[in-house]
């Protein structure tokens, strides 16, 4: 039988916007809304879209002992960052490796003076509390009474001026605690689709109340997971059991840029994270195969699951796409699968479509220009 | 007068061939379409190939043929302007068929019934 599915504080105001709502992650969400995913992604990078993401995970770690040097030691036996070095009011990106180096799932981490908040996956929330349970120093408190929501675009700052002035204030990455009429909302400025803006976390009670003020405001428009799959593929992100999982490492990833040189070979926290060695050697030497971008000719898109080969006919596959779809704002389909490192951006590779293999093109990533505030 | 498959095609009787093309319902459904890529022409096609990919933002879906026959004739005119099949459905067609059975048409369903099957 199937497992009930869960419904975020939102469900209803969902289904007034006339939402479609599919299961994802043990949670029923908006995939798209009337507007419909093209255009909900590019309103997004034209005006400001609202992203209902109360399915994923917030976790309090709070030291024992008082002394917040000691839940950021513990939080880097798990995680290969700088957790001490980062500034309370910041936040920083993140991933949980395995003792094979691979990756478990990847999170945000705030310092807020005397704990950390995190923000995890919801399909690993349950998985990623039980592993930060095994930290001997910290308690561990899921946060169960707030969703989170997204407010991302161009107009994301003025608009959420308009209910917290303090907002327009942020830099890219900061995270702080400011009051709304009354109730505490947890902000940082941040997101996932490459897009200036923020994730602001709610008290359930006033959860829907929230969302509705910030639609009201006529540049706002309802997003769902569709147009926030597309964004983000555009704006080079991984998302977790596509782009990386278990069995990809932190380099393959390209998520090498959130293990600073504290925690590598020759720093002064090296290692202490589960699969270092594997993890530090292989950004030592350089990963032989690493996650890049692909822009297919035509108008085809290439999705999860093709293979990528060296030439137009024969040979052995190099590789799959991890996520590929079609980019409303590059115009054009757009992937990205992990493949050799070596080859330069440019070199022409072929996609198996359909039994035809149609060329694309190694690309940087990401494929559209980030507008973050820093 | 229209009639209309279970996978939501439109059929549209044109002398002795039957244009075929998706409903508003099936367009829907589909989201933004970005690609299409159609059968040759000339191409002789059993009922319930696959002969269509029509690709939206979020997924590939296939259309089929609704009937056993040849293709004579394919709207190119949507490979640069796969929107179409969103903003006017019953005008963008995707291929005309003529049919082995020259009454194949009449088995399918008429507007009254395709409502009630899409509630």
């Given at each position: 039988?199937?497992?009930?599915?869960?419904?975020t504080?939102?469900?209803?105001?969902?289904?007034?916007q006339?939402?479609?709502?599919?299961?994802?992650?043990?949670?029923?969400?908006?995939?798209?809304?009337?507007?419909?995913?093209?255009?909900?992604?590019?309103?997004?990078?034209?005006?400001?879209?609202?992203?209902?993401?109360?399915?994923?995970?917030q976790?309090?770690?709070?030291?024992?002992?008082?002394?917040?040097?000691?839940a950021?030691?513990?939080?880097?036996?798990?995680?290969?960052?700088?957790?001490?070095?980062?500034?309370?009011?910041?936040?920083?990106?993140g991933?949980?490796?395995?003792?094979?180096?691979?990756?478990?799932?990847d999170?945000?981490?705030?310092?807020?003076?005397?704990?950390?908040?995190?923000?995890?996956?919801?399909?690993?929330?349950?998985?990623?509390?039980?592993?930060?349970?095994?930290?001997?120093?910290?308690?561990?408190?899921?946060?169960?009474?707030?969703?989170?929501?997204?407010?991302?675009?161009?107009?994301?700052?003025?608009?959420?001026?308009t209910?917290?002035?303090?907002?327009?204030?942020?830099?890219?990455?900061?995270?702080?605690?400011?009051?709304?009429?009354?109730?505490?909302?947890?902000?940082?400025?941040?997101?996932?689709?490459?897009?200036?803006?923020?994730?602001?976390?709610?008290?359930?009670?006033r959860?829907?109340e929230?969302?509705?003020?910030?639609?009201?405001?006529?540049d706002?428009?309802?997003?769902?997971?569709?147009?926030?799959?597309?964004?983000?593929?555009?704006?080079?992100?991984p998302?977790?059991?596509?782009?990386?999982?278990?069995?990809?490492?932190?380099?393959?990833?390209?998520?090498?840029?959130?293990?600073p040189?504290?925690?590598?070979?020759?720093?002064?926290?090296?290692?202490?994270?589960?699969?270092?060695?594997?993890?530090?050697?292989?950004?030592?030497?350089g990963?032989?195969?690493?996650?890049?971008?692909?822009?297919?000719?035509?108008r085809?898109?290439?999705?999860?699951?093709?293979?990528?080969?060296?030439g137009?006919?024969?040979?052995?596959?190099?590789?799959?796409v991890?996520?590929?779809?079609?980019?409303?704002?590059?115009?054009?389909?757009?992937?990205?699968?992990?493949?050799?490192?070596s080859?330069p951006?440019?070199?022409?590779?072929?996609?198996e479509?359909?039994?035809?293999?149609?060329?694309?093109?190694?690309?940087?990533?990401?494929?559209?220009?980030?507008?973050?505030?820093? | 007068?229209?009639?209309?498959?279970?996978?939501?095609?439109?059929?549209?009787?044109?002398?002795?061939?039957?244009?075929?093309?998706?409903?508003?319902?099936?367009?829907?459904?589909?989201?933004?379409?970005?690609?299409?890529?159609?059968?040759?022409?000339?191409?002789?096609?059993?009922?319930?190939?696959?002969?269509?990919?029509?690709?939206?933002?979020?997924?590939?879906?296939?259309?089929?043929a609704?009937?056993?026959?040849?293709?004579?004739?394919?709207?190119?005119?949507?490979?640069?302007?796969?929107?179409?099949v969103?903003?006017?459905?019953?005008?963008?067609?995707?291929?005309?068929?003529?049919?082995?059975?020259?009454?194949?048409?009449?088995?399918?369903?008429?507007?009254?019934?395709?409502?009630?099957?899409?509630?």
């Open positions: 039988m199937a497992e009930e599915l869960r419904r504080g939102l469900y209803d105001l969902h289904i007034e006339g939402a479609r709502m599919v299961p994802f992650a043990g949670w029923e969400m908006p995939v798209q809304y009337p507007m419909g995913v093209m255009g909900e992604h590019l309103h997004t990078r034209a005006k400001a879209g609202l992203f209902d993401v109360s399915h994923m995970g976790v309090l770690v709070t030291p024992k002992n008082g002394n917040p040097e000691t950021a030691l513990a939080l880097e036996t798990l995680i290969p960052a700088d957790v001490l070095g980062l500034p309370q009011g910041r936040q920083r990106y991933v949980f490796t395995n003792d094979q180096g691979g990756i478990l799932d999170l945000m981490f705030a310092n807020r003076g005397d704990h950390f908040l995190l923000v995890v996956n919801a399909a690993c929330a349950d998985q990623d509390i039980a592993h930060l349970q095994t930290l001997e120093a910290v308690n561990v408190t899921p946060v169960t009474d707030r969703g989170l929501l997204a407010l991302q675009g161009p107009l994301a700052a003025e608009i959420l001026a209910l917290i002035p303090a907002a327009a204030e942020m830099r890219f990455m900061d995270s702080q605690i400011d009051d709304w009429d009354g109730t505490e909302l947890w902000l940082s400025r941040s997101g996932y689709t490459g897009e200036d803006g923020y994730e602001i976390s709610i008290p359930n009670a959860l829907t929230f969302a509705q003020a910030l639609l009201a405001h006529p706002v428009a309802p997003i769902g997971l569709g147009a926030r799959d597309s964004l983000r593929l555009e704006a080079g992100m998302l977790y059991g596509h782009d990386m999982d278990t069995g990809v490492t932190p380099a393959q990833a390209a998520l090498g840029w959130s293990i040189k504290s925690r590598r070979i020759g720093g002064a926290r090296v290692g202490g994270f589960p699969g270092s060695d594997t993890v530090l050697t292989e950004l030592t030497n990963a032989a195969k690493t996650r890049r971008g692909l822009r297919p000719e035509g085809a898109p290439i999705r999860e699951g093709v293979e990528i080969f060296e137009e006919t024969g040979g052995a596959a190099l590789g799959k991890c996520s590929g779809s079609f980019g409303p704002s590059v115009g054009g389909p757009v992937a990205m699968a992990i493949l050799d490192a080859l951006d440019g070199t022409t590779l072929w996609a479509l359909r039994g035809k293999r149609i060329p694309v093109t190694l690309a940087a990533l990401p494929f559209i220009t980030p507008s973050y505030k820093r | 007068m229209l009639k209309y498959t279970e996978d939501h095609e439109w059929l549209r009787a044109e002398g002795d061939e039957i244009v075929v093309g998706i409903t508003a319902h099936a367009s829907e459904q589909l989201g933004d379409v970005v690609f299409i890529e159609l059968p040759e022409e000339g191409r002789e096609v059993e009922a319930g190939e696959e002969i269509v990919v029509i690709e939206s933002v979020k997924a590939a879906s296939d259309i089929t609704p009937v056993a026959g040849v293709i004579t004739a394919v709207n190119s005119a949507l490979a640069d302007s796969p929107t179409d969103n903003s006017d459905p019953l005008a963008a067609w995707f291929f005309k068929i003529k049919p082995a059975d020259a009454a194949a048409i009449d088995s399918f369903m008429d507007e009254a019934a395709y409502n009630d099957l899409i509630g």
